[in-house]
């Protein structure tokens, strides 16, 4: 892992969740694989393996870079800008 340009510009601290879920899955009547949650605005949205993939579908519509894991037990950061983990 190593970092990226985008991290130094994240707000400290991170924003809170700003729910324990994918909304947009229970909107699509889906269940969210894994959640990642936006270190900008505290946005969260399933991972890649769920059918809408809503954390990158968040990068895309905002251009918020840095997203964490929600799982219990992991701490990693992906940058979708630089397609890494950081």
């Known amino acids: 892992m190593s970092e990226c340009t985008h991290v130094p510009e994240l707000p400290r601290p991170g924003p ?6 994918c909304l947009e899955c229970l909107a699509a009547g889906s269940h969210p694989v894994q ?5 900008v ?11 809408y993939r809503h ?3 968040h990068f895309d519509e905002t251009g918020h870079p840095v997203m964490r894991t929600l799982e219990p ?3 990693w950061r ?9």
Not at 35 to 39: P, T
Not at 41 to 51: A, K, N, R, T
């Open 78 to 86: 992906w940058c979708f800008a630089d397609q890494k983990l950081v």
């Open 55 to 57: 954390a990158t579908r």
């Open 41 to 51: 605005c505290g946005h969260v949205g399933c991972c890649d393996s769920s059918p």
């Open 16 to 21: 809170a969740p700003l729910s324990a879920t």
């Open 35 to 39: 959640l990642r949650k936006c270190l």
């Open 73 to 75: 037990g992991e701490s």
